[in-house]
T-cell receptor
């Protein structure tokens, strides 16, 4: 195990639903990230949190709303998604927000129908 | 704009052969170049990383070669094994762009 746990592993949701993805890290890291992974494309950084403060929002649509209540937990709230939002959503953490030595969770496979 | 370009998209190698994956970057401020390995159903895991003060780093059967003047780096998997079959991502970070920029990935298949 990498020390980063994501739930659920799979999620199917309709375009009018509201759901949340959860991430928990047990590594004592200070930075957490959300990435989107689509087939044949580079990992896309969505959000970066450092010490529970959002330090980066990579032009992500407002239908994705992150929340970081403490340095160990990260959520991604989803509402009114589109089919093109179907992807693997990966959470990662690192000691600092430098991006070095990032540890990834197993991801949530999201399908929007 | 994709900051790290990775090739090939996929490759097939026989057991015992050498797998070579190449990456190129533009941002000269990059100073950290990791490689991640991802198996199906798993998240990427750090495999090996290099900084530009060395031209090569070896860990077991995995070697990174780094060419600073050409702004290129590559991963060599020696004596490839079926268990090495996975998708490999190169990445880079540094300078003002502290966050990791990833390549598009290379799917490696090792045939027994």
């Amino acid at each position: 195990e990498t020390g980063v746990t994501q739930t659920p592993r799979h999620l199917v949701m309709g375009m009018t639903n509201k759901k949340s993805l959860k991430c928990e890290q047990h590594l004592g890291h200070n930075a957490m990230y959300w990435y989107k992974q689509s087939a044949k494309k580079p990992l896309e950084l969505m959000f970066v949190y450092s010490l529970e403060e959002r330090v980066e929002n990579n032009s992500v649509p407002s239908r994705f709303s992150p929340e970081c209540p403490n340095s160990s937990h990260l959520f991604l709230h989803l509402h009114t998604l589109q089919p093109e939002d179907s992807a693997l959503y990966l959470c990662a953490s690192s000691q600092t927000a430098s991006g070095t030595e990032a540890f990834f969770g197993q991801g949530t496979r999201l399908t929007v129908v | 704009q994709q900051q790290v370009k990775q090739s090939p998209q996929s490759l097939i190698v026989q057991k015992g052969g050498i797998s070579i994956i190449n990456c190129a970057y533009e941002n000269t401020a990059f100073d950290y170049f990791p490689w991640y390995q991802q198996f199906p159903g798993k998240g990427p895991a750090l495999l090996i990383a290099i900084r530009p003060d060395v031209s090569e780093k070896k860990e077991g059967r995995f070697t990174i070669s780094f060419n600073k003047s050409a702004k290129q780096f590559s991963l060599h998997i020696m004596d490839s094994q079926p268990g090495d079959s996975a998708t490999y991502f190169c990445a880079a970070s540094g300078g003002h762009d502290y966050k990791l920029s990833f390549g598009a990935g290379t799917t490696v298949t090792v045939r027994a």
